[in-house]
Structure formats: C-alpha cells, structure tokens
C-alpha cells in the first residue's frame, strides 16, 4: 500500500477532485438514464404493452453503459495512484498515510478546502480527528 505525506496528498488534491467530478458525473448520467429505462418497463407493464421506439431505447441504454464504464475507469485510475474513494456520492477520499508504527489515513470530504482530519481504519470517517503536529514533522510547513 503507498503511503502519503501530507504534503503529497494536498498537493494532489486539485487533480484528484477533477477526477472525483467525471466520475460523479457519469454516475449520476447512468443513475438517470437506469431510472428512465425502469420507467419505460413499469409504463409498458401497466398498459399491457406499448409502442416503444427501440432504437431510442437501445441508444439510452448504450449510454447508460458507457457512463458505467466511464465512472468505473475513473474510480480506477483513482485507485491506482493510491487513494480510496470511500463514498463516490459524497466525495469521501483517504490517503494511506505512515504515522508512527500504523498506517492511518488522512480524510478529505469534498468541498474541504485542504486535508483537515484523520482517522484510523478501523474508526473509519465517524472517527475523523482533526491534523495535528505529528503529520507535519519533517516536512516544510506551507
């Protein structure tokens, strides 16, 4: 597991929450269009049946998937820099972070103007703790 300095993870913040956004995005984009073809279903399932434009339906349904694998491609590349996405709604991040003799990690929520808080992986973010002193030993404050 790749660990941060905080220094590292507030520098990758800008990317990161641009990263965050696509992917919200095209989740929302397929949450949308998912509510929209279950709509259609239930419609056709109290008339009996309807006229549907297929075409349509399949072209809504190409970008429901497309979406889907846009967030998923998103979320991954996330992943492989190293940080977890803990609740893609909210916009929770953490990133591993050596302190002492345990890894714990520094928490950001969306709409956070910096990393403010901490937490063990056991507490997870009910356990949030604010940034003290020993997160910033051996590195130039800002």
Not at 58 to 68: C, H, N, P, V, Y
Request: negative net charge; charged residues 30%; proline residues 2%.
């Amino acid at each position: 597991m790749r660990t941060f300095t905080l220094s590292e993870a507030q520098t990758m913040l800008p990317v990161l929450e641009s990263l965050l956004k696509r992917a919200q995005t095209a989740a929302r984009l397929a949450a949308q269009v998912e509510g929209e073809l279950q709509d259609l279903s239930q419609r056709i399932f109290l008339h009996g049946g309807m006229h549907v434009d297929i075409a349509a339906v399949a072209r809504r349904r190409g970008q429901r998937e497309k979406a889907i694998q846009e967030a998923k491609d998103t979320l991954a590349e996330i992943d492989a820099i190293g940080v977890q996405v803990k609740d893609l709604d909210t916009g929770l991040l953490d990133f591993p972070f050596q302190l002492e003799d345990r890894v714990v990690l520094l928490c950001w929520k969306q709409g956070e103007t910096a990393i403010t808080h901490w937490h063990t992986m056991e507490d997870g973010f009910a356990g949030r703790k604010p940034l003290d002193e020993r997160f910033t030993r051996g590195e130039k404050l800002q």
